[in-house]
């Protein structure tokens, strides 16, 4: 089988593909199509052969995670042929090496400075707030934010559930109860039943976060992903169990949150120290 007919084999057989809304998938696939050919014999990839997409995406100047996403990516086409009985066996990949990513949070007087000043913007400055805001109190993803729907609040139940996320799941979360009097303000003013947050686009929020950065000179190059990183480093600090805030979060590896979890030395020793067999 050809590799572009393996590709659409996976589309119509994976469900997670088959009714992704976000594209990834869609985009990863045509990237491994591109750089190994669409005539490709699937029967013929080995392990090698995945070595040879890494290098030529790299040469291209892809950054080793989206390498990664693109060979998993192809060894998901790869292992739907198998089930399907098209491919005797899956050849197994070697994982390029990632670096780890910023883990730059917001301090509080931070967080407090840019609510404040977002209200101050000349365009869309409420709307800024108000995503500043619902960002921190929900450790969402900006593409969960932007596609969040009315329909996905059950502001009654003090839940919202963001539908086909990064993992290719649905995932539901209580409402903060801070956020709830936003949300039912927003509702209030909506103009049609649509989306929460009425963004034109991803451009339009982007733009508006640089010029926040700009304005108050804060932030790292991942201004709005940092919200992100902030809630997740918020929680670790106030104790909540890793497996809670994974849940939160929608980690899909547990490692992932690990990486928030960095023990201060003091906290380190006082739990060694805490160990006894005398006790």
């Known amino acids: 089988m050809k590799l572009k007919d393996a590709v659409r084999l996976a589309f119509d057989v994976r469900p997670s593909w088959k009714y992704s809304t976000n ?15 669409e005539g490709l014999n699937i029967e013929t990839i080995k392990p090698s052969t995945f070595t040879q997409l890494a290098d030529a995406l790299l040469e291209e100047g892809k950054a080793p995670a989206t390498c990664n996403k693109i060979m998993a990516a192809l060894h998901t086409v790869l292992t739907e042929a198998h089930l399907e009985g098209v491919l005797e066996t899956v050849p197994s990949y070697r994982r390029l090496k990632e670096p780890q990513p910023s883990k730059d949070v917001y301090g509080k007087d931070e967080l407090k400075e840019l609510l404040r000043q977002a209200l101050t913007l000349s365009r869309d400055g409420l709307l800024m707030h108000r995503t500043l805001l619902f960002l921190y109190l929900t450790g969402a993803r900006r593409s969960e934010l932007l596609n969040l729907t009315w329909g996905d ?15 290719g799941d649905d995932h539901t979360i209580a409402i903060h109860p801070e956020l709830k009097p936003v949300l039912l303000e927003m509702h209030r003013e909506r103009i049609d039943d649509d989306k929460v947050f009425a963004w034109k686009s991803r451009n339009s929020l982007n733009n508006r976060m640089k010029t926040l950065k700009e304005k108050t000179g804060i932030g790292s190059k991942r ?55 005398s006790k």
């Open 23 to 37: 594209g990834t998938a869609d985009i990863n696939s045509r990237h491994a199509i591109r750089v190994l050919g």
């Open 153 to 167: 609040c059950e502001l009654d139940l003090d839940r919202l559930t963001f539908v086909d996320t990064k993992n």
């Open 223 to 277: 201004a709005l992903h940092q919200m992100r990183h902030t809630t997740a480093t918020r929680l670790v600090d106030e104790g909540v169990e890793i497996r809670a805030i994974q849940a939160v979060l929608n980690h899909r590896s547990i490692k992932t949150t690990l990486g928030y979890a960095k023990a201060l030395d003091e906290t380190k020793a006082k739990a060694i120290n805490s160990l006894s067999i």
